[in-house]
């Protein structure tokens, strides 16, 4: 399965051209390795949740640094942001960078666009099926829910990729109409406050929608908010990305970059300083489309500086092992991390990991479990093995 969440093997990271920004594009060499740094960054971020820090912290009650890590490696409850949040915005974020470059590939091949349209919903169903199993695993029977990663990806491809296809303008039209769209339709829904948890137009759209499905109970609610009409916005976070995409293709430097992040997470402080909007991942309100897409602008922008334009990208192997094999990665945290652990524990006794103490022994446990699931990934990667869709 191809893997276009980064820019096919080869692709031209820009055009070809002259003065500064030719001179920008020339340095950058045949791909953007920036990219595939940053969806590791992002998905070891992800894996690393087997470290329990939040486990570690509530152990170490005393300990600022303890606590501060785990916060962030914690969903915020509802309104705000920690840098766990940041992940699945810079999932869908970088989808959205890495489509200018599979396009403009794919084109140079002599593909026809009826095969490209073909293709972009051959791996929308395929991205979608592969959200529905993994919220399937260990129920009783197939779990018809939408707002896994990988689904709320897949429900919104088709349409990036024909704006991808459309002229630019396109994209920034689509960008405010779906921003202002989906705060008109919340706020139209009435209620003392439109945007709370389980008390909003898309939790009723779900109470209608997931229970035409067979379920073994009817469907009330989502424990943590989560909306199917989430992929609505996550599609805004994706067309930031599009934009990003063909910036970089064009040889923009990383302050255009950085000025873009500025703007947006300005943007969406205040929307939410004004009460016009609060900034809710759960809901993926305007908002936070634009305060995380602030941080996605700005977290880009630094690895685009160090890898590309500086030349570090051996210093980030070992992040580079883990965004080449994106969906590997992701299904690898999500099937395999129980049996791993236990695994360790069988094979190394339940007294392996509490050398340095009992509050300390579940990060042990899953700095082993994480070596692990990271060193299986450097082995596919130095076999060839690169699951792609």
């Known amino acids: 399965m191809a893997d276009d969440m980064s820019p096919d093997r080869g692709t031209d990271a820009g055009s070809s051209g002259t003065g500064a920004d030719g001179a920008g594009r ?6 953007l390795a920036s990219l595939d740094v940053y969806r590791g960054f992002v998905m070891l971020l992800m894996m690393a949740e087997v470290l329990k820090l939040p486990a570690v912290a509530k152990a170490l009650p005393e300990s600022r640094l303890w606590g501060f890590l785990g916060w962030h490696q914690s969903h ?9 949040d940041l992940i699945q915005p810079s999932f869908s974020f970088l989808v959205g960078v890495a489509l200018p470059f599979s396009l403009a590939a794919r084109q140079a091949r002599g593909q026809s666009t009826r095969d490209l349209v073909l293709h972009a919903l051959w791996r929308s169903l395929v ?8 919220r399937s695993v260990g129920k009783p029977m197939t779990n018809f829910t939408f707002e896994d990663t990988l689904t709320q990806i897949g429900l919104g491809y088709p349409f990036l990729f024909l704006l991808g296809l459309k002229p630019r303008r396109a994209a920034g039209i689509a960008l405010v109409a779906i921003l202002v769209g989906v705060w008109a339709l919340w706020t139209a829904w009435g209620g003392p406050d439109p945007w709370a948890k389980n008390a909003n137009v898309g939790h009723a759209f779900d109470v209608w929608f ?14 943590g908010g989560y909306l199917t009409l989430n992929f609505v916005p996550t599609l805004a976070t994706m067309i930031l990305g599009l934009v990003t995409g063909r910036w970089l293709r064009d040889g923009a430097p990383p302050r255009r970059l950085v000025i873009a992040g500025v703007v947006c997470l300005a943007a969406g402080w205040v929307l939410s300083a004004t009460g016009i909007c609060p900034i809710v991942k759960r809901i993926w309100t305007p908002a936070w489309v634009l305060f995380s897409g602030g941080w996605c602008f700005l977290l880009l922008a630094a690895f685009h500086q160090v890898i590309d334009r500086l030349g570090w990208r051996r210093q980030a192997w070992a992040l580079e092992v883990v965004g080449m094999n994106s969906i590997a990665a992701y299904l690898i945290a999500h099937l395999w991390e129980g049996f791993i652990e236990k695994a360790l524990l069988t094979h190394l006794g339940a007294t392996a990991f509490t050398g340095i103490g009992p509050a300390l022994a579940p990060l042990l446990h899953g700095a082993a479990t994480l070596a692990v699931m990271w060193g299986v990934l450097w082995w596919m990667q130095r076999r060839g093995i690169l699951l792609r869709i």
Do not use: M, Y
């Open 26 to 31: 020339a340095a950058l060499g045949s791909r």
């Open 76 to 84: 915020v409850a509802w309104e705000g942001c920690s840098l766990h």
């Open 127 to 134: 991205l979608v099926a592969l959200g529905i199993f993994l």
């Open 210 to 223: 997931l229970n035409l499905f067979p379920r073994p109970e009817p469907f009330t609610a989502n424990k």
